[in-house]
């Protein structure tokens, strides 16, 4: 078993350089703030959904809980690099895990999007106007 060492939080290595949005040439300040801006983006938005969900929105619950999902990712995008996050993300170790949440992400849209859609279809329905 592996423990953490003062070598693994050096400089040196700890934020992915090659990245495919290596056109922006980003500082490692601007990469601290891109993080810190997007994770408390994120965390807002999901925190938001709970509201949503709490009046029965269950539409607007799914699409800002993905959105703070995506958002809270994109933040650590920003700290390691985007291109060594998705080569994380898909290793052999993490490869179902990361299969798993996008799955649920993307899962939790269509179920939201069909209830409401048949919900749609249901009221026009009673009211005639099939």
């Given at each position: ?47 938001l ?26 933040s ?29 992400m ?25």
């Amino acid at each position: 078993m592996k423990l953490w060492s003062s070598a693994d939080f050096s400089d040196q290595g700890s934020m992915d350089e090659t990245s495919p949005f290596d056109c922006f040439k980003l500082t490692r300040t601007q990469r601290l703030y891109g993080f810190g801006i997007c994770f408390i983006l994120g965390f807002v938005i999901s925190f938001l959904s709970t509201f949503a969900l709490s009046t029965g929105n269950i539409t607007g619950f799914a699409v800002l809980y993905t959105i703070g999902n995506v958002v809270s990712l994109v933040s650590t995008g920003f700290l390691v690099g985007f291109g060594k996050q998705i080569k994380t993300m898909f290793a052999p170790v993490r490869r179902v895990a990361s299969g798993v949440f996008l799955a649920a992400m993307v899962t939790t849209l269509i179920v939201a999007f069909l209830r409401k859609l048949h919900s749609l279809w249901q009221n026009d329905h009673q009211k005639g106007v099939w």
